[in-house]
Every structure is written in structure tokens, then in C-alpha cells.
């Protein structure tokens, strides 16, 4: 008896991925500067849903303050680089590095709640980082600052190779955490994370360290997150509390991605992500229409499919793109 995790269309699935992924890394050559900027957002996108999709489709951590790590990443991003004079390349693993230090400290304080209390208290840690970003005046204050045109030249001395370099930074983000996704899944606290999705108490029965698992995944899914909004606002070259905090901008709007798309799966903050970008290019013009077409949305998709779009497609057909079912092949006859 054999156990194996890739299928035909696995296969055929990771392929396709490769060519894509190098269509997609030659972007710069045969894309447009308002393309490249919109891929860029596309793939931000990607990533927070893929993190926010970690911390609650795997670890029943529903957060609605990830805003917060957004918010700090743009924010360390800004001081290391205007405040600390570093150059952007070496302010962005820094910045990585104290997401996770943040991290920590506010897991020991929020792991304390639980379900809803959780969330609340996710939003209001999220709240509090606000109101301290509005407090440095050296960045601004509450009316928040832009970066220096010497700071934006230490990415890359020409404009076209800066928008090259923004881009190739946020494709990077995207690919690393999905990347680093399946490798978790993968592996033994892959295991741990799947049984915690599936059954909470279950898990405990057979030994998982619940708390030490949540608090891992927390962790990481903090840095990476600062990360990401430290891209975000090095692509929009200007912060300010309320644009960083944004709960609607990198909460709410992550949220449906990945519903929409299907939690709990790798490849719904995918399939979400495009659908959202493909609702907010055709119709964002419409004011309010644009918002009521997004809650419609959401709402059929949760009343027609409870595990998203692609958790319908997988039920239909069997797909699944990312190898991590494990399936039972090779067994002996009349065993």
C-alpha cells in the first residue's frame, strides 16, 4: 500500500504553474506601467488572503485586526528608511524580523480570548497601533508622510526599473508565501493545522500542542503580513494612520476574498483574489452599486456554496491544484 499526494492533474497543475510563474516574472517586459502596478496590488492581495486564510481556515484564529500588521509594516518601513536613513532593501528584512517580534507579545495577550472576544480584541489591538502611529510626529502625526524622492532612489535609480523592482517585490511576496503555505501544510505541523481545522477538541485528544501551533503560525503570518504592507505603501509612496489601518482595505476586503474563494483551502485566496479584482476593475466606477455587488456576492456565494468557489469546483470535480491530500494508492488485493 502506497500513499501519494500528487494526481494527474496535480501534475499537469504544476506545470502550467511554472510556465505562469515565468510569464508572470517577465511581466516587466511585455507589461504596461498601470499593468504592472495593478498586478502588483493583485498579488499583495493574494498574499494577505493566503495569510488571513493560514490563521483562520487552519488555525480558527478569525482575526479582523490583521490591519494592524499592514499599518506596521508600512509604518517600520517609513522609519527605518526617512528616520534611520537605510537604504529600502535593507529596511524590508528588518522590517520581517520586528513583525515577528511584534507578534509575539500580542499572541500572549490575545490568545487569552477566544471566538468572538478574539476578534473584537484583534481589532482593538489594531486600534491601538493606530492611535500610536498618530502620535509620531516625526512621520507626520495623524496627517502621516511621503517617502523622499532619495529614499525611493535607493530601490532603483530609474523610474522604469523602480516599478520593475515594486513589482518584482510583491510577485516575490505572493509566490514565498504560497510557497512556504503548501511546505507547511506539508509537513508535521501541516498535520497538526489540518486536524485543528478539522476538529479542534479531536486534535487535543491526540496530543497536538494547540497553543503552541497557533502561536507559530500567529507569528509568522504577523511578519509576512508587515511585510506586505510594507510594499503596500512602498508602492503608494505615501502613509497616514487612516490609510494604513484601513480595516475595510486589509481586513474586510480579505475577508471575502477568501470566503468567496473557499477557506480552509490554498487555492480559494487565489480564485478570490481574481474574482474581487475582476469586480472591482468592471465596476468599481459605480460608487455604492460597486460595495452592494461585493455583499451580493458574498451572500450567494454562502448561501450556494458554504466552502466558496472552489471548494464547489473541488466538490464537482475532484480538483485540487496544490498536492496536499494524502491518497491511498497500490492496495493489495483482498486486503
Known amino acids: 500500500m502506497d500513499v501519494t499526494r500528487a494526481s494527474r492533474l496535480t501534475r499537469l497543475a504544476g506545470i502550467a504553474g511554472l510556465l505562469l510563474v515565468v510569464l508572470l516574472a517577465l511581466a516587466p517586459w511585455w507589461a504596461g506601467r498601470a499593468d504592472l502596478r495593478l498586478l502588483g496590488e493583485v498579488f499583495l492581495y493574494m498574499a494577505l488572503a493566503t495569510l488571513w486564510n493560514l490563521l483562520a ?5 478569525v482575526s479582523v485586526g490583521q490591519q494592524a500588521y499592514v499599518g506596521l509594516g508600512g509604518y517600520l518601513l ?3 528608511t526617512i528616520l534611520a536613513g537605510l537604504p529600502v532593501p535593507l529596511a524590508l528584512p528588518l522590517v520581517l524580523a520586528a513583525g515577528a517580534v511584534v507578534a509575539v507579545p500580542v499572541a500572549l ?3 487569552r480570548l477566544r471566538g468572538a472576544y478574539f476578534a473584537i480584541g484583534s481589532w482593538v489591538i489594531a486600534e491601538v497601533f493606530r492611535l500610536v502611529a498618530a502620535q509620531v510626529a516625526a512621520l507626520g502625526g495623524g496627517s502621516g508622510a511621503s517617502l523622499p ?9 530609474g523610474r522604469d526599473l523602480r516599478e520593475a523592482m515594486a513589482y518584482w517585490l510583491a510577485f516575490g511576496l505572493a509566490t514565498a508565501v504560497l510557497a512556504a503555505a503548501v511546505a507547511i501544510l506539508r509537513s508535521r505541523h501541516g498535520l497538526a493545522l489540518t486536524a485543528i481545522r478539522d476538529n479542534e477538541l479531536a486534535a487535543k485528544s491526540l496530543g497536538i500542542d494547540i497553543w503552541r501551533t497557533k502561536l507559530l503560525v500567529y507569528v509568522a503570518v504577523g511578519a509576512l503580513t508587515a511585510l506586505a504592507g510594507a510594499l503596500i505603501f512602498l508602492q503608494k509612496l505615501r ?7 484601513a480595516v475595510n482595505d486589509w481586513t474586510a476586503f480579505v475577508i471575502f476574498i477568501v470566503v468567496i474563494g473557499g477557506i480552509g483551502t490554498l487555492e480559494g485566496p487565489i480564485l478570490g483574489t481574481l474574482v474581487f479584482f475582476a469586480l472591482r476593475e468592471t465596476m468599481a466606477d459605480l460608487g455604492t452599486i460597486y460595495l452592494i455587488a461585493l455583499g451580493a456576492v458574498a ?7 458554504p466552502q466558496g468557489l472552489w471548494g464547489l469546483i473541488r466538490a464537482r470535480t475532484g480538483a485540487e491544484l496544490f498536492p496536499l491530500s494524502r491518497k491511498v494508492t497500490g492496495i493489495p488485493s483482498g486486503s
Open 57 to 61: 481556515g487552519y488555525a480558527g484564529l
Open 78 to 80: 517609513f522609519a527605518l
Open 109 to 111: 495577550l490575545i490568545f
Open 149 to 157: 524622492p532619495a529614499v525611493v532612489r535607493t530601490l532603483a535609480e
Open 239 to 245: 502613509i497616514s494612520p487612516d490609510a494604513a489601518f
Open 299 to 305: 451572500i450567494a456565494v454562502m448561501l450556494k456554496a
